[in-house]
């Protein structure tokens, strides 16, 4: 079974531009997470979309947005990127209907540099 | 103001010996915790994880121990292998995220 997969892995981007990262989930979850590692701030939640519909969604300025389509890929966008948005962003997908008790799988992350 | 705190950036062990990691948390609403392990430049791998109903949980050489009562839980690596160097993560679950602390590096001397 395929893991889930996120395009690019790589970007280099300058102050101002927009980017669009994109995640496959795993086959039948239906759920789709993102996540900001950095160094100074760890592992931090962004966003949870399921069927569509956004869940959840983290202490990030309105520069990140998100969407999740029918077949449960996810794409994620920032707006007028920032020094401070280099980071790696991680996307996660679970079944999405445990709950709390949803273990969610990661993918590989796309490593976001912002000149 | 962390929720989940993993108060040891770093821990050494012996090929063979037992790694404990520990994990804090301060929100009584989390009720499933998870371990990952991770490389660097790489994704979180799922570990083991752990319902608040119960205290154990084991898997192979992982186990996950729960004490709802004092907020913590810990992951044991018995034995501890060179290939468990790594960083390994807690994370809380709720409300469709996962709160994860800061991480703790693993290091296994051969």
């Known amino acids: 079974k395929a893991g889930v997969t996120q395009t690019p892995r790589y970007l280099i981007k300058t102050r101002g531009q927009q980017v669009t990262l994109s995640c496959s989930p795993i086959s039948g979850h239906r759920s789709v997470s993102w996540y900001q590692q950095t160094p100074g701030q760890g592992l931090q939640f962004l966003f949870e979309y399921f069927s569509e519909t956004q869940r959840n969604k983290g202490n990030f300025p309105g520069r990140f947005s998100g969407r999740q389509f029918s077949n449960s890929r996810s794409e994620m966008n920032v707006s007028t990127l920032e020094l401070g948005d280099s980071a790696l962003y991680l996307c996660?997908?679970?079944?999405?209907?445990?709950?709390?008790?949803?273990?969610?799988?990661f993918g590989p992350g796309t490593r976001l540099t912002v000149l | 103001d962390q929720q989940v705190k993993q108060n040891s950036p770093s821990l050494s062990v012996q090929e063979g010996r037992i790694s404990i990691l520990n994990c804090d948390y301060t929100n009584s609403m989390f009720d499933y915790f998870l371990w990952y392990k991770k490389y660097p430049a790489e994704g979180p791998t799922f570990l083991i994880s752990?319902?608040?109903?119960?205290d154990k949980n084991e898997d192979g050489r992982f186990t996950v121990f729960l004490n709802k009562s004092a907020k913590h839980l810990s992951l044991h690596i018995v034995p501890s292998q060179p290939g468990d160097s790594a960083v390994y993560f807690c994370a809380a679950a709720g409300s469709y995220q996962l709160t994860f602390g800061k991480g703790t590096k693993l290091s296994v001397i051969p």
């Open positions: 752990i319902s608040s109903i119960k």
């Open positions: 996660a997908s679970s079944w999405g209907t445990s709950g709390s008790a949803d273990t969610q799988y």
